[in-house]
């Protein structure tokens, strides 16, 4: 598979993951601009500029987002997508190349949770 075609399947996997009480909760993707690359309620803003998206009291929430990365944090978000695919029976795993970047991988099981000896192997 190449990788424009893993990334428009990894797109669309998390176009359908719902988390959360009532499964209402979800996942998004901007870039680093940023620009909306998939949103599961609002796809007529996917590849739109949001950097002018406000909360009520004016703070531009996906620049804030942004800034997070850039000076170096992670915000909440990776802890969430790990406790939320460990939830659904899952795992992560990262592999990380200097210069070149990370790769996340997430396993979501079919039939049922990624057994002990799954997880251990992966």
Known sequence: ?????????????????RYGPESKDYFWINDMHPYLIMHPYRPDLEGKD??????PNGKKLFVEFVN??????????LAIADRIVEDHGGLMRFTSTVN???TARVCLPITGPISTDQRESS
């Open 50 to 55: 949001i950097s002018d998206f406000s909360d």
């Open 100 to 102: 070149q970047g990370t």
């Open 68 to 77: 997070t990365v850039k000076n170096g944090g992670t915000g909440l978000g």
């Open 1 to 17: 598979m190449s990788p424009a075609d893993a990334r428009r399947r990894a797109v669309e996997e998390l176009r359908r993951l």
